[in-house]
């Protein structure tokens, strides 16, 4: 967008006036940030509402990508960068004697993520913006997050990341596309007069999902896509008896924090609850608005509508849409088969099959009666395909139901068109050896697609400096087309140009140098190697061998004082779940 200095800064006063009362000169840095979001939240609304008239219009298919988590970060300069106006407004803020790298600071991370889950998600969610896609996110708005760390005596201590204490100025509370989510009760079949079978529901818990959307805004287009983010909340018609405090106390936590500890049946039940909540409202809103827009007949749905399943936390989306085309609109369980799975794509992430979501039948019978029975026959309808075929062991192996679990990525996979890995040698691994058996069943589902980054937040705002000299080498159109990068091959041999890199880098770990010793007390040397490891913290990921890796350089030095070694500093990142004590240990 086009915007002068003194434009914004016009606005920017306005808003401090019309907010607070105040000018810049008397506004605090919190309500600096609160005006500034709220200028910049302005700029964007009006292209946000046009894509949607468009979107609408045109009538084009829309992806749906549903993940139990997102790791958007602070989204004050992504939203200016992507707009355009990032120099304008550093420009014009200094102008005023204000500092935008201290203003953007005090804006909260979104604390609705934990690690290479949510970042993925996010990434995909700036890259579809920014590509000109109509993609749109599904999660939980979780009022506290994971938990925010401290270290004690070498031990982590959880405390609560309440992200939300000040209002959230990038959201939009949508209270009239509230969705009524049902759990447990009694469910049963009833035939009517022209041979269907009809589910009938008593006694069950009613729960009010409401959407908060978030602009996602592309980079220097007018793509502007939308995240949605559900909260929990009581249905105000509900009868003031059943308004107990415990079941209020349940409804709000099902959106109160990522990852409730699962070392128990209650935290386990209150994850699937988590899982079925902003799957069944998400889908729910999806055919209320394909239906409200009179697009098409709703068996034509997969012509305008994808969803895609990212790791096995969504893969109740296929039981639930099947139940939403079965109970809400009719459609025979071979139209509504047919449709899902054209619907449907899941993206596995892992190889451990230890960490592939399995629920006890038991509790999804109790907890999601409808979709027990569904799943149930989706498993049933299959076995009976497949036993002419295929032999009995391969069926067992790939069911859905057995040995008393539902097996989520089974799940996931039999009921969608394509499955993918992140890296070609996870997505080979796949093939070959975790899920081979079905490989065999279904070898033309299963595709790669690589994990990568979005440059406009990892490269265009955390690296500012190398953006700039990259601007200067090979021009500025690797900004919207990554593959000009490869014109830096021509500077390899270009020693003016390796000096100019290496002096960015010291900067850079100069910056981080002064934060550690901000932060953390601790004085280290800018001109060593930084060796970092951030992840979270899990047997796999390995940071006790990392461990081990250091404490043999120490011995290494302390048995060769003479040794010759480039300094090194390590550093780590990560958090270990509540209830994992053998990460904790190795932080300990």
């Not at 109160?256 to 809103?285: C, H, I, M, T, W």
């Not at 071979?334 to 399995?358: C, F, G, P, R």
């Not at 406009?456 to 690797?478: C, F, P, T, V, Y």
Request: glycine content about 6%.
């Amino acid at each position: 967008m086009k915007l002068s200095k003194t434009q914004f800064r016009k606005d920017f006063e306005q808003s401090l006036t019309s907010e607070f009362a105040t000018d810049v000169a008397k506004a605090g840095i919190t309500e600096t940030f609160a005006a500034l979001s709220s200028v910049v939240k302005q700029y964007y609304t009006q292209i946000w509402q046009g894509d949607n008239q468009y979107k609408d219009r045109s009538q084009k298919k829309q992806t749906y990508y549903f993940s139990i988590e997102f790791l958007p970060g602070k989204m004050l300069k992504s939203n200016l960068l992507n707009l355009g106006i990032l120099s304008t407004v550093r420009e014009g803020l200094q102008e005023l004697g204000i500092d935008l790298e201290k203003v953007a600071q005090v804006e909260p991370d979104m604390a609705i993520g934990n690690g290479g889950l949510g970042r993925l998600a996010s990434c995909f969610m700036d890259s579809a913006a920014s590509t000109g896609l109509p993609v749109n996110g599904n999660g939980i708005r979780y009022r506290y997050g994971l938990f925010k760390q401290k270290i004690i005596d070498g031990y982590q201590v959880e405390l609560p990341d309440s992200w939300l204490n000040n209002v959230n100025p990038w959201e939009v509370r949508r209270a009239d596309k509230a969705i009524e989510v049902t759990f447990g009760g009694e469910t049963w079949l009833e035939e009517t007069e022209d041979g269907r079978l009809i589910p009938r529901y008593r006694n069950q818990e009613r729960v009010l999902a409401v959407p908060y959307d978030t602009a996602m805004v592309g980079f220097e287009n007018t793509r502007v896509n939308n995240m949605c983010l559900w909260r929990s909340e009581v249905p105000q018609d509900l009868d003031v008896k059943f308004q107990n405090m415990e079941y209020m106390r349940q409804t709000s936590m099902l959106s109160a924090e990522l990852y409730p500890d699962d070392s128990n049946y209650d935290g386990r039940l209150l994850r699937l609850k988590q899982e079925y909540f902003f799957v069944s409202a998400g889908l729910q809103r999806i055919i209320r608005h394909y239906k409200s827009n009179k697009i098409a007949p709703i068996a034509q749905i997969a012509d305008y509508i994808a969803v895609h399943i990212n790791d096995t936390h969504p893969a109740l989306c296929v039981p639930e849409f099947m139940r939403l085309l079965l109970d809400e609109n009719g459609l025979s369980w071979e139209q509504a088969w047919d449709i899902t799975v054209k619907v449907m794509s899941y993206t596995n992430h892992t190889i451990l099959s230890e960490a592939l979501e399995k629920w006890p039948e038991e509790m999804v019978h109790t907890l999601l009666p409808r979709i027990y029975q569904i799943i149930n026959e989706i498993d049933k309808r299959r076995t009976d395909e497949l036993l002419p075929h295929v032999g009995a062991e391969l069926i067992h192996k790939t069911r859905i139901v057995k040995d008393g679990q539902i097996h989520m990525a089974n799940l996931a996979i039999i009921g969608s068109h394509s499955t993918n890995g992140v890296a070609k040698l996870h997505s080979d691994i796949l093939k070959d050896v975790e899920l081979h058996d079905f490989y065999q069943l279904y070898p033309e589902r299963f595709n790669n697609k690589t994990n990568g980054i979005a440059d406009r937040r990892w490269l265009q705002i955390s690296n500012a400096r190398l953006s700039k000299l990259l601007d200067e080498k090979i021009g500025k159109s690797w900004r919207h087309d990554l593959v000009k990068l490869e014109a830096l091959k021509d500077f390899r041999e270009d020693t003016e140009t390796l000096k100019q890199l290496a002096a960015v880098k010291l900067e850079n770990k100069k910056d981080l140098a002064a934060l550690i010793k901000e932060k953390n007390g601790i004085e280290v040397n800018p001109e060593a190697i930084f060796d970092v490891q951030i992840k979270r913290l899990h047997a796999y990921k390995r940071q006790l061998l990392n461990v081990l890796h250091i404490l043999k350089l120490y011995f290494d030095i302390k048995d060769q004082p003479d040794l010759e070694m480039v300094p090194r500093v390590f550093i780590f990142g990560a958090k270990a779940a509540p209830g994992y004590h053998y990460a904790k240990a190795i932080i300990k």
